[in-house]
């Protein structure tokens, strides 16, 4: 039983963690689009939310990586966050390598297949950031 607490106070504290990571991340991916995430979301902009929650979900695949190979929080917390910052260049030169597809307002548009496609280019680059940062 006593193996359980501690286990318990673990998931505790890295669900802690992944929610701090979480709520950093989605700020900071928040200020690199060019609209208001926020308002577009509760607008009912499918193409944000999925490229929203497609983001979120690449940074909770990287925190699951690197969480596996950290002996400590603070590891996970370090490379969680070179993790948001990988992909936000992820993003940025995505934008830059397809010029005639302005990403940002093509989301803003609700344009579906951007998203969709977006969305497998978030969390395959977010499996391979997180084995690189194992």
């Not at 802690?16 to 991916?29: C, E």
Request: overall charge neutral.
């Amino acid at each position: 039983m006593r193996n359980f607490v501690a286990d318990l106070g673990h998931v505790g504290i890295g669900l802690v963690i992944l929610f701090v990571i979480l709520l950093v991340g989605y700020y900071v991916f928040s200020r690199l689009t060019r609209y208001d995430d926020n308002k577009e979301i509760a607008a009912g902009n499918e193409a944000a939310g999925m490229y929203m929650g497609s983001k979120l979900l690449g940074l909770c695949i990287i925190v699951g990586l690197v969480s596996i190979s950290s002996d400590n929080w603070l590891d996970v917390i370090i490379w969680s966050a070179v993790g948001i910052v990988i992909l936000c260049l992820v993003y940025m030169i995505f934008d830059l390598i397809t010029p005639k597809t302005k990403l940002c307002e093509q989301i803003q548009n609700g344009n579906m297949a951007l998203a969709r496609l977006l969305r497998s280019v978030i969390i395959g680059i977010s499996f391979v950031i997180g084995t690189f940062l194992m």
